[in-house]
């Protein structure tokens, strides 16, 4: 299974671009990297997903070099209510549908 | 379009009391699964189903533990003889066909007492 690591927690300013990286050596031919948001008391939400170079769309940007080992997630001009935890997670096609979530990243986003 | 539907949003139970947990899919989508969140900890994968069909439920624990998800209705996570410990978030997501492309649901807050 491919592990990923992420920063525990980071800060930013309102309006500021926020860039998360996730580093995930181990990665699979097959798999995808995916990120998720997750808020307070609420279930995750999807934001992106791609496999290499770069993929956007009207919430983010990802950013995975060619090697695949590693990806960001780059979050354009941020606001108060991007206050999240964000995670990076690994595709499994080879090992069932289950998602595993590792601890994510506390993004803290301040005025 | 509807999203993935959990209901209740907040059980309280007693010791040794049954929970169920009901979670109906987005339109069209024939995949569920349930995750667990512990307070302060990320969400750990608990059973994967289609219709009628357990698929993975290799995060289920053991005993007390159960899942359906029937031809007709909504998925039920059950756990029986509920423990303090069982106090968690439990989210159901569902989707289409691929596994990463999951949606999740607003999850139910189980506290037992």
């Known amino acids: 299974l491919a592990k990923t690591t992420q920063p525990i927690s980071m800060d930013s300013y309102e309006g500021q671009e926020v860039n998360i990286t996730c580093s995930h050596n181990?990665?699979?031919?097959?798999?995808?990297i995916t990120w998720y948001q997750q808020f307070p008391s609420q279930g995750p939400r999807f934001i992106i997903q791609?496999?290499?170079t770069k993929v956007t769309n009207e919430v983010a940007s990802l950013f995975i070099p060619a090697d695949r080992k590693s990806s960001t997630l780059s979050l354009p001009r941020v606001s108060l209510s991007d206050t999240a935890v964000y995670y990076c997670?690994?595709?499994?096609?080879?090992?069932?549908?289950?998602?595993?979530f590792g601890a994510g990243t506390i993004l803290r986003v301040k005025s | 379009n509807a999203g993935v539907m959990q209901n209740p949003r907040h059980l309280v139970r007693r010791r040794g009391q049954e929970a169920r947990l009901r979670c109906s899919p987005m339109?069209?989508?024939?995949?569920v699964y349930w995750y667990r969140q512990l307070p302060e900890e990320g969400l750990k994968f608990m059973v994967y189903?289609?219709?009628?069909?357990?698929?993975?439920e290799s995060g289920m624990p053991k005993e007390r533990f159960s899942a359906e998800f029937p031809k007709e209705g909504p998925s039920i996570l059950r756990i029986q003889q509920v423990v303090r410990g069982d106090s968690a978030a439990y989210f159901c997501?569902?989707?289409?066909?691929?596994?990463?492309?999951?949606?999740f649901g607003p999850g139910t807050r189980l506290l037992v007492l």
């Open positions: 997501a569902s989707s289409p066909y691929r596994p990463e492309t999951q949606y």
């Open positions: 181990n990665i699979a031919t097959n798999d995808y």
């Open positions: 791609g496999y290499k």
């Open positions: 997670l690994v595709g499994e096609l080879e090992y069932g549908n289950k998602l595993v």
């Open positions: 339109k069209g989508h024939s995949h």
């Open positions: 189903l289609q219709k009628e069909n357990i698929i993975d």
